[in-house]
């Protein structure tokens, strides 16, 4: 069955330092979304991603975030100068259709982001 | 603002008992609603998806049913086996939108 791929799975940085979660979304899928869950809370969306556009975002994706498919097959998050709230695990998702109408999302296992 | 909120927040249960999961949501106006199942510090697995035309979607020894005019779903489990043991989570995508809201989930231990 197609996966979303992650990596890495855990990640170390330094309060202030930038960080790079990669994601591999499915081959035909052309919508790409990151969603967040910090400790103990709901998954909360960030951002999602189609034509090479970010189409929708939520008040958590400032400008401290930023997304890229850098080639036909990576899906990236960038965090550019890491805080410690930003300590979560961060989900990549991807869909076939806009609003995952034809079998719903397909979920990546997660990286998880500690910022110490 | 849409909320969706689970209920019960855990639930443990015998092996071989049926059992109701709930799920409600503020907001109607919804597009879809989706199931999911998340294993400790691992990733999210689609159970099912309902689209807001839709009553039920089964899977297995799963039903999920949509009440929209209520702000009700239920993820009803049939002769329940330790390997159910997870956090179900419940998500809305409401019309308009491309993100899934989530609930806070029902973390679910069945034991042998």
């Known amino acids: 069955e197609p996966e979303v791929t992650q990596t890495p799975s855990h990640q170390v940085t330094q309060m202030g330092q930038e960080v790079i979660l990669r994601c591999v979304p499915i081959s035909n899928h052309l919508y790409f979304y990151w969603y967040r869950q910090i400790l103990g809370q709901k998954v909360e969306f960030l951002v999602s991603f189609y034509n090479n556009e970010i189409s929708e975002k939520s008040e958590i994706f400032d400008d401290q975030f930023s997304v890229e498919r850098p080639d036909g097959s990576n899906f990236t998050l960038k965090i550019r100068s890491t805080k410690l709230e930003d300590s979560a695990m961060y989900f990549c998702?991807?869909?076939?259709?806009?609003?995952?109408?034809?079998?719903?999302?397909?979920f990546g296992s997660g990286t998880r982001l500690t910022v110490v | 603002k849409q909320e969706v909120t689970q209920i019960p927040a855990a639930l443990s249960v015998p092996e071989g008992e049926n059992l109701v999961l709930n799920c409600s949501f503020t907001?109607?106006?919804?597009?879809?609603l989706q199931w999911f199942r998340q294993d400790p510090g691992k990733g999210l697995t689609s159970l099912l998806l309902i689209q807001s035309s839709q009553r039920e979607q089964t899977s297995g020894r799963l039903n999920a049913s949509l009440d929209k005019s209520s702000g009700r779903s239920t993820l009803y489990i049939a002769a329940s086996q330790p390997g159910d043991s997870a956090t179900y989570l419940c998500?809305?995508?409401?019309?308009?939108?491309?993100?899934?809201?989530f609930g806070t989930g029902t973390r679910l231990l069945v034991s042998p």
């Open positions: 998500a809305t995508m409401n019309t308009g939108f491309q993100k899934l809201v």
């Open positions: 998702a991807s869909s076939g259709t806009q609003r995952g109408s034809d079998y719903g999302y397909t």
């Open positions: 907001d109607s106006a919804i597009y879809n």
